[in-house]
Nanobody
Framework: QVQLVESGGGLVQTGGSLRLSCAASGRTFSSYGMGWFRQAPGKEREIVAGISPRGLSKYYRDYVKGRFTISRDNGKNTVYLQMNSLKPEDTAMYYC?????????????WGQGTQVTVSS
């Protein structure tokens, strides 16, 4: 089992940056693929980025490529999402998730979410 706690959300202007963090409990963090998802009001939750257990492989949704960077520090049991050049359409609740079966799907552990709001 792994428990996840996100932080780093907030209000930012268009073009600004935020870095989200997700701290995980447990000794097996390095066994999990990790991902960041987001859910805007009235929309389904969707994956934004994923990273393999050792950080060697990464996945990005097309609309964040070149703007967002996912990374992890297994020594600190933490995964990050650096978000640059933010747009109003990036406004959403952002969730951290963990998976033992990959890093693009199979997520079954979730954090409580952190709100990101981008003002125009």
């Amino acid at each position: 089992q792994v428990q996840l706690v996100e932080s780093g959300g907030g209000l930012v202007q268009t073009g600004g940056s935020l870095r989200l963090s997700c701290a995980a409990s447990g000794r097996t963090f390095s066994s999990y693929g990790m991902g960041w998802f987001r859910q805007a009001p009235g929309k389904e939750r969707e994956i934004v980025a994923g990273i393999s257990p050792r950080g060697l492989s990464k996945y990005y949704r097309d609309y964040v490529k070149g703007r967002f960077t996912i990374s992890r520090d297994n020594g600190k049991n933490t995964v990050y999402l650096q978000m640059n050049s933010l747009k109003p359409e990036d406004t959403a609740m952002y969730y951290c998730a963990a998976s033992l079966t990959g890093w693009t799907s199979g997520y079954d552990h979730w954090g409580q979410g952190t709100q990101v709001t981008v003002s125009s």
